[in-house]
């Protein structure tokens, strides 16, 4: 492609309290092979407490084409529809604060967009961790077994997708599709499936690279998955052609568990059933740690075998919390 025809792209990161993470973050869009007359950056930070703001000011000074501004809500949605709402340029992609994008990131991002012709482009999410732990939830983010159908976090070919991991889109696509604010977890993944609904196309392509620093303790992870899945259930109310089998394995997973055990303080069939359930399920856990494991650390099989059920049940439980949520809201209505 010749230098002249590189559109403008504008990135927009979110961020609040990352200190540990934005610098790295931001030095990789520093080092983007693209043009940097035709790249502007903005940053919108939500309130932070520590020195992200003064890490961020610090990269935009050297720079013309980078700004820092505030994010009074705190939240990403609000950050990232204000930058949509401001960018200069004819496409635009989302940043978490979180990432670190490969040099060729946003190159092989606009190629992509122009190639498939879709309205939305991402790369795969490859996730690493600071941490013995961290390592492992990052194995197993990125494996059928953790999360399913979620292709997007493991595809090697560039694919169809329901979603991906900080989209890129022509900058009218984001204007006609912002992101609901209301929703606090799940908002892009809420965007895609209106997207979606509206007969766009997401194509995931490996070109497109980036890392995710993921959690790095167990109780965060924990946290995580179930507030992934209690706004999870919002998602799927409001949009139920999106629904796929592996949004709701982990509610069943949960609720079958507890029904079995349930009628099993009364009935030997039922607490056979729910016996048996948790023998397949944790030969298939064990199954997949093994499979899974880092081959230069051993001892990651374990932390895999404790890792995995909480993803599952984890998120299968915020699904419950969202229902439940979801019912008293109905009942009030009705009432």
Not at 199 to 210: E, F
Not at 212 to 217: F, I, K, L, M, P
């Amino acid at each position: 492609m010749d230098l002249l025809d590189w559109p403008s792209v504008t990135l927009v990161v979110a961020m609040r309290n990352e200190v540990s993470n934005i610098e790295r973050c931001l030095a990789s869009l520093a080092a983007q092979d693209y043009p940097s007359d035709r790249l502007e950056i903005l940053v919108y930070d939500g309130e932070s407490t520590d020195s992200s703001v003064a890490i961020a000011e610090e990269f935009a000074a050297e720079r013309p084409r980078w700004a820092v501004r505030p994010n009074r809500r705190r939240i990403q949605a609000a950050a990232w529809n204000e930058g949509i709402e401001a960018a200069s340029g004819e496409i635009v992609g989302i940043v978490s604060g979180h990432s670190e994008l490969g040099p060729a990131y946003v190159r092989s991002a606009v190629e992509a967009l122009r190639r498939t012709g879709a309205d939305m482009v991402g790369g795969p999410v490859r996730a690493i961790g600071d941490t013995p732990v961290g390592e492992a939830v990052a194995i197993a983010v990125s494996t059928p077994f953790g999360v399913g159908g979620a292709r997007h976090r493991y595809l090697t070919e560039p694919a169809v997708v329901d979603t991906v991991f900080m989209g890129i889109c022509r900058r009218e696509t984001w204007l006609r599709f912002p992101f609901d604010e209301a929703m606090v977890r799940n908002q892009d993944d809420e965007m895609s499936y209106r997207l979606l609904d509206a007969g766009g196309t997401i194509v995931c392509d490996p070109a497109i690279q980036s890392t995710y620093r993921n959690r790095s303790t167990l109780a965060g992870l924990w946290y995580q998955y179930f507030d992934y899945g209690r706004w999870k259930v919002r998602v799927l109310q409001a949009h139920p052609r999106q629904m796929r089998l592996r949004h709701l394995a982990p509610l069943g997973l949960v609720s079958t568990l507890a029904v079995g055990g349930g009628l099993g303080l009364i009935s030997p069939v039922a607490r056979r059933a729910a016996l048996l359930e948790l023998g397949l399920y944790a030969t298939a856990t064990l199954a997949a740690a093994a499979r899974y494991k880092d081959r230069r650390r051993p001892s990651s099989a374990l932390r895999l075998a404790l890792i995995y059920p909480i993803l599952h049940v984890a998120y299968g439980l915020g699904m419950v919390a969202g229902l439940m949520r979801l019912g008293a809201v109905a009942f009030r209505a009705n009432t």
